[in-house]
Nanobody, 126 residues
Framework: QVQLVESGGGLVQTGGSLRLSCAAS??????????MGWFRQAPDKEREFVAA????????NYGDSVKGRCTISRDNAKDTIYLQMNNLKPEDTAVYYC?????????????????WGQGTQVTVSR
């Protein structure tokens, strides 16, 4: 079983920045062949695609609501992906989940991701 652990969430003011991290267990997860992604879910809302990144290239894909304000990256040597979020807005408040999919192309479709972290809370205040 692949284990993913998010960190870096917290409380920030509008316009602030956060960098989320997601670490994968090394002995149970071959990081390289997986597409890694970030999703978020606000209270009473559906889970929303944020960003994803392939293992080579790398190729990236961003959700419309965050495009231009976030950057996804990965460090295969550390089995870790990151989400740098800038110019945060109250609408970004949500639990952020990292996920892994055994696919080649970054996808916004949550059902393709078989492995999920526990989530990290991001709260953006006025």
């Amino acid at each position: 079983q692949v284990q993913l652990v998010e960190s870096g969430g917290g409380l920030v003011q509008t316009g602030g920045s956060l960098r989320l991290s997601c670490a994968a267990s090394r002995r149970t997860f071959d990081f390289k062949p997986y597409v890694m992604g970030w999703f978020r879910q606000a209270p009473d809302k559906e889970r929303e695609f944020v960003a994803a990144i392939s293992n080579s290239g790398p190729t990236t894909n961003y959700g419309d609501s965050v495009k231009g304000r976030c950057t996804i990256s990965r460090d295969n040597a550390k089995d870790t992906i990151y989400l740098q979020m800038n110019n945060l807005k109250p609408e970004d408040t949500a639990v952020y989940y990292c996920a892994a999919a055994r696919i080649d192309t970054p996808s916004p479709l949550a059902p393709l991701y078989a492995y999920w972290g526990q989530g990290t809370q991001v709260t953006v205040s006025r």
